[in-house]
């Protein structure tokens, strides 16, 4: 009986050790960029696209909806506040305006027009080799802002959850493969 007991307080310590602690990353953020003076037209109040399609508004909206993800803890397969992956944080962030996207990150790399890095605004799509072979997309982010060289994009980190990144950094720079615009 005693050896049963000592099993089980053994059993009991050991799992208590496992439990691992939940980190919140801030409050919700939110970022605002203004157009430059080719993305506006003086006859026309609302911002466009530089190819003029859609509406930067849909790009904030979008990006908007995606911030108030900010500090969700990553989890692979997730597409809620309680855990998301980098491509179910773009799912659900251009589903709730009505644009449906696949819900895998290397088929939404073929989605939408190959666009070059220095041509990418508000609301375009970055894609990623992270893996250890890197033979195919398997990350995928938001670009929230274009400041002279520096691209801001929002994505949902496996370390830190969904949080805003720059495109300078090493690390994204180095597993950078493409960009595309949906909208």
């Not at 691209?151 to 950094?169: C, M």
Request: proline share 2%; hydrophobic share 35%; aromatic share 10%.
């Amino acid at each position: 009986m005693r050896k049963i007991s000592c099993f089980f307080l053994v059993l009991f310590i050991c799992s208590c050790g496992a439990i691992k602690k939940k980190t919140s990353y801030g409050k919700e953020r939110k970022v605002t960029v203004e157009g430059t003076p080719e993305e506006t037209s003086e006859n026309d109040s609302t911002p466009k696209s530089p190819e003029g399609n859609i509406s930067l508004n849909k790009a904030d909206d979008i990006i908007n909806t995606a911030l108030t993800f900010s500090g969700t803890r990553y989890k692979f397969g997730g597409t809620t506040r309680k855990g998301m992956d980098c491509s179910g944080l773009l799912y659900v962030s251009f589903g709730e305006h009505d644009i449906a996207l696949p819900r895998i990150s290397y088929q939404m790399a073929e989605e939408g027009k190959r666009i070059k890095v220095n041509k990418v605004v508000k609301g375009d799509l970055l894609f990623f080799k992270t893996g250890k072979s890197r033979k195919r997309v398997n990350h995928v982010g938001l670009v929230v802002s274009v400041e002279d060289n520096d691209i801001k994009f929002i994505h949902a980190s496996t370390s830190r959850g969904v949080i805003v990144s720059s495109l300078r950094e090493g690390y994204w720079n180095y597993a950078f493969v493409k960009a595309t615009r949906i909208l």
